[in-house]
């Protein structure tokens, strides 16, 4: 049976002192636990000895005995060839009670058959629980514990022993079947009601527990999977900047062609690079700064191939680029002729990057309508995220307008249209996720109907 020993102590408690109240001439009572199948240990629950005179009850378990915890088990304390007979063993085996109103001829006084010396008067009573109260109305499955001979006990029986009361009496003061005994047999039979009240109300906080437990579990599994999904979902962001990268190309592109002095990024890191790759073979086996300039050749031409935003470009080049072309400057002489060249191309790089943001610049494309002039620019240097749906809008206006001379203009405007569809309902999922998580973490699912009630009476598209 599951029940916590405190609230089990307490229950052995009440009932011993319930039975001494009873019964003038009982002096102690001591109640065992008994199980679970099939080793059926007996331990020493409580114990409770009036007091002498004043009829206050001392509690406490004695200093020395086999059934103080941990116990006995069944193997230990059945009845054997051999073995001093226990009254325990009969009690469970049997289910029947045991009164030792002659201790002189008790056969079952363990320390008469071991020691010659008479324990006092007691009887003890097996406290029985429906089998299929507490195991359902299919027990094949149980596994019973066998006697000496090997065969299974209480097979044949509706009841299990679930614990003994042991009750003491005053010498000469009680008999078999006398008022007494049968006082303590209807009062293990209330003890047995309690025990089994206590095991379904700790069997049900247990499942509850468990329940609880799965749900929190269960909730933890769905928010890892919704954030997974979310976190998935965020390619959308990044699809939606690479559309609006190749706008911020198209538009440098336009510059270029009609802004002939100016020169671009990709221009400029190509000289950087020439004048890099014409002295790396001379670097004379130096390792270390082979690597640099590798490296540095790479990140060059990198950032000549993407269209980053000016800037993270910018930041591209303080932290990747200038410090390389630094160290090279600095611990190399192959070089030093071209310093003041490489320097000023890095100065000319730093402007290059904000072309595409240059008024003044914009104003000179007289070939473009004026609307397109203002607008474009500004679209296109956009960091798109969830909170600028309104830009996503007119950028799709944008490439509506007849006059926008980029390639692929049509294909360029369903691939936004098809990704604005899936930005606008992520805010939604992360509200419909939290609510239900919400919900599960509660417990209760009410929230949740109202939830679905409320979206499938407002007209929810997701909801016939």
């Known amino acids: 049976m599951i029940i916590g020993h405190e609230l089990l102590e307490k229950t052995c408690k009440n009932m011993i002192e319930t039975i001494l109240l009873c019964l003038d001439h009982a002096t ?9 199948l099939p080793e059926l240990r007996s331990v020493r629950v409580t114990c409770g000895i009036r007091e002498p005179g004043n009829g206050t009850i001392r509690w406490g378990l004695p200093t020395v005995s086999d059934y103080n915890p941990p116990g006995k088990t069944w193997l230990q304390y059945q009845d054997q060839p051999g073995r001093a007979l226990e ?3 009969w009690c469970v085996e049997r289910q029947k009670s045991w009164t030792a109103d002659d201790p002189d001829e008790d056969q079952r006084s363990v320390r008469k058959q071991l020691s010659g010396e008479p324990e006092d008067w007691h009887h003890m009573e097996p406290v029985l629980v429906k089998k299929a109260d507490l195991y359902g109305q299919d027990d094949s499955d149980l596994d019973y514990p066998c006697n000496w001979k090997g065969k299974p006990i209480w097979q044949d029986s509706d009841y299990v022993v679930v614990a003994v009361i042991k009750i003491h009496f005053l010498p000469h003061t009680i008999r078999r079947g006398d008022r007494a005994t049968k006082v303590i047999k209807k009062l ?19 499942v509850q527990q468990e329940l609880a437990s799965e749900r929190m579990a269960s909730c933890n599994a769905v928010a890892h999977e919704l954030r997974n999904t979310l976190t998935k979902l965020s390619f959308i ?10 706008l911020r190309e198209q538009w440098e592109e336009q510059i270029f062609r009609s802004v002939g002095e100016v020169r671009g ?3 400029i890191l190509v000289h950087l690079n020439q004048i890099l790759l014409n002295k790396m073979a001379h670097l004379n086996g130096n390792r270390e700064l082979g690597e640099v300039a590798r490296s540095l050749a790479e990140e060059q031409n990198e950032l000549a191939a993407l269209p980053l935003l000016p800037e993270q470009a910018e930041r591209w080049v303080s932290q990747k680029i200038r410090p390389k072309w630094q160290r090279l400057l600095e611990e190399s002489p192959l070089w030093t002729d071209a310093k003041e060249e490489v320097q000023s191309l890095l100065d000319q790089l730093g402007k290059a990057l904000w072309i595409g943001t240059d008024e003044n610049l914009a104003k000179r494309l007289d070939h473009l309508p004026e609307e397109l002039r203002r607008h474009w ?5 956009v960091d798109f995220s969830v909170d600028k749906l309104p830009v996503l809008e007119e950028i799709l206006q944008l490439l509506q ?10 294909q360029t405007h369903k691939v936004l249209s098809s990704l604005k569809a899936l930005v606008e309902i992520i805010p939604e999922m992360e509200t419909r996720a939290n609510r239900i998580l919400e919900s599960m973490r509660n417990g209760s699912g009410k929230d949740l109907q109202d939830y679905w009630k409320d979206r499938i009476r407002n007209g929810d598209p997701a909801h016939p």
């Open 237 to 246: 962001f990044s699809a939606i900047n690479a559309e609006i990268s190749f």
């Open 265 to 267: 990024k990709t221009s």
């Open 28 to 36: 102690k009572g001591t109640i065992y636990r008994i199980g679970p």
């Open 377 to 381: 620019p500004r679209l296109a240097y």
């Open 401 to 410: 307008h007849p006059d926008m001379p980029i390639p692929h203009k049509t």
């Open 87 to 89: 009254a325990m063993g």
């Open 188 to 206: 293990s039979r209330v003890l047995g009601t309690e025990m089994f009240s206590l095991h379904i109300r700790e069997s049900v906080s247990q």
